[in-house]
């Protein structure tokens, strides 16, 4: 062999391997964004079963712990005052707008503002000295609140001006949420707190019936407590303290929750027993409020659906005669709370027909330290009833 042809022989050799390097490293550059789709689409699955996997519901009629020292009965044909208001997980300053509902917020500005907020919340609730206070949307362990125990430090706050007893139901426990992404909503323990003066015996937690498609995964759990407090006429006056579903949940399914609950009312009533149904009912409260304070608009949601006045079981009515006319009880929190802001009301009592309701109204506090305003009662056990059905 020639020392020509074996110069070419070694460079078509050497062309070969270099061309085989380069294939290989063009296979290798192909391969890396298809090893990136490969992790996205393994991470993806591996959380959406974690959330499903780690899904579960609180039993119902689960037996509630009763703390405090207080001791006394309820008495006939005294006027209490009871509070009923929805915290927002110590997150809703004026403000801040909510993911859920087309803002841009997950979780509450800092730590620092979930304190201010639910001191703020106490406080309002304090300044009418209520015997009774029923409060929703209170965290005990939550991301969006920064871990701040919310029960805890409202508790605190009542005791330090008397003795109340408590009771917490958990309402949900959810997964930890990935999204947004830039600011994960995170996992949430949250729920009912009631507060009372007089000895409260017993409670139970009630779960509610939830939608059953993934959609049970945005409606997370649902339920309401039922707080017993003996009174002297040796009967029980019931106080219900709830939070029907907003999100992932049709009219139907609200429905749904409030004959559950009307059955359990109906039930006490039938015994002689006085009951106070109040918290937040995801319903459009008084079946006008919608109109009367957003006239003309075509927004519909399925957490301000009329009040199905027709399915209140005989024997009780909403206390809907405010004192000082009609005052929207939340605001929709697609943008910071000004003149444009979508208000309803969804919050208020409900009462039996042995209770005498004197005063009921929805105070403006400008959703200063919630999405909510407060809602004030004043009540009678026994004698003829006042409010309207």
Same mark, same amino acid.
Request: aromatic letters at 12%; charged letters at 25%.
């Given at each position: 062999?020639?020392?020509?042809t074996?110069t070419?022989l070694k460079?078509e050799?050497?062309t070969?391997?270099t061309g085989?390097?380069a294939?290989k ?13 490969l992790v996205?689409v393994v991470v993806?699955g591996a959380?959406?079963?974690?959330? +499903?996997l780690? =899904? ?6 689960k037996p /509630?712990d009763?703390g405090?020292?207080?001791?006394k009965?309820?008495a006939?044909?005294t006027?209490y005052t009871i509070? @009923?208001?929805?915290v ?10 909510f993911f859920?509902? %087309?803002g841009?917020h997950s ?5 620092e *503002?979930? &304190? ?5 919340c106490s406080?309002i609730? &304090?300044s009418?000295?209520p015997?009774?206070?029923l409060?929703?949307?209170?965290d005990t362990?939550?991301t969006?609140?920064?871990h $701040?125990?919310? @029960?805890?430090?409202m508790?605190e706050?009542?005791a330090a001006k008397g003795? =109340?007893d408590s009771?917490f139901?958990m ?5 930890? &949420?990935?999204?947004p992404?830039?600011?994960p909503h995170?996992?949430?323990d949250s729920g009912?707190l009631?507060?009372?003066r007089?000895?409260?015996t017993?409670a139970?937690?009630?779960s509610?019936?939830i939608?059953t *498609?993934?959609?049970?995964?945005l409606d997370?759990?649902?339920?309401y407590?039922?707080v017993r ?7 029980? /006056?019931v106080?219900i303290?709830l939070?029907? @579903? ?6 139907g399914q ?7 609950l009307?059955?359990? !009312?109906?039930?006490e009533?039938?015994k002689?027993?006085y009951?106070v149904? %109040?918290g937040?009912f995801n319903h459009?409260f #008084?079946?006008? @409020?919608?109109?009367?304070?957003n006239p ?5 949601y399925a957490?301000?659906q009329?009040?199905?006045?027709d ?5 009780f009515?909403k206390?809907t005669?405010?004192?000082?006319g009609l005052?929207?009880?939340?605001r929709?929190t697609d943008i910071?709370?000004?003149a444009? *802001?979508?208000?309803? #009301?969804?919050?208020g +009592?409900?009462?039996s027909d042995?209770i005498?309701?004197?005063?009921v109204q $929805? $105070?403006?506090?400008?959703?200063? +330290?919630t999405?909510?305003n407060?809602?004030? !009662?004043k009540?009678? /056990?026994?004698?003829?009833k #006042?409010s309207?059905p």
């Amino acid at each position: 062999m020639s020392d020509n042809t074996e110069t070419l022989l070694k460079e078509e050799q050497t062309t070969a391997e270099t061309g085989q390097k380069a294939a290989k490293k063009r296979l290798k550059w192909w391969k890396i964004p298809l090893i990136i789709v490969l992790v996205i689409v393994v991470v993806a699955g591996a959380y959406v079963g974690y959330v +499903f996997l780690t =899904y579960s519901r609180i039993e119902d009629n689960k037996p /509630l712990d009763v703390g405090g020292t207080a001791e006394k009965v309820a008495a006939i044909g005294t006027e209490y005052t009871i509070v @009923s208001l929805n915290v927002g997980f110590g997150a809703y300053t004026a403000d801040f707008t909510f993911f859920m509902d %087309g803002g841009d917020h997950s979780r509450a500005e800092s730590k620092e *503002s979930v &304190l201010k907020c639910t001191d703020g919340c106490s406080d309002i609730a &304090l300044s009418y000295n209520p015997d009774f206070a029923l409060f929703q949307e209170v965290d005990t362990d939550a991301t969006r609140s920064y871990h $701040v125990d919310q @029960s805890a430090r409202m508790q605190e706050s009542f005791a330090a001006k008397g003795q =109340y007893d408590s009771v917490f139901a958990m309402n949900y426990h959810s997964a930890y &949420l990935m999204y947004p992404l830039t600011e994960p909503h995170g996992a949430s323990d949250s729920g009912l707190l009631t507060l009372s003066r007089y000895n409260i015996t017993s409670a139970l937690r009630r779960s509610l019936p939830i939608a059953t *498609s993934v959609k049970k995964i945005l409606d997370l759990d649902r339920c309401y407590s039922i707080v017993r407090i003996p009174t002297e006429d040796g009967k029980e /006056l019931v106080l219900i303290n709830l939070h029907l @579903s907003a999100y992932g949940t049709e009219a139907g399914q609200g429905n749904a929750q409030l004959q559950m609950l009307f059955e359990d !009312m109906a039930k006490e009533y039938e015994k002689g027993n006085y009951v106070v149904c %109040g918290g937040d009912f995801n319903h459009d409260f #008084t079946g006008d @409020s919608r109109e009367t304070f957003n006239p003309g608009t075509d927004r519909d949601y399925a957490w301000c659906q009329d009040f199905p006045d027709d399915i209140i079981p005989a024997g009780f009515s909403k206390c809907t005669d405010y004192a000082d006319g009609l005052v929207a009880s939340t605001r929709d929190t697609d943008i910071p709370y000004c003149a444009d *802001s979508f208000t309803v #009301t969804l919050d208020g +009592f409900l009462i039996s027909d042995n209770i005498r309701c004197t005063y009921v109204q $929805v $105070v403006d506090k400008g959703f200063e +330290f919630t999405d909510h305003n407060p809602v004030v !009662m004043k009540f009678i /056990l026994g004698g003829e009833k #006042t409010s309207e059905p």
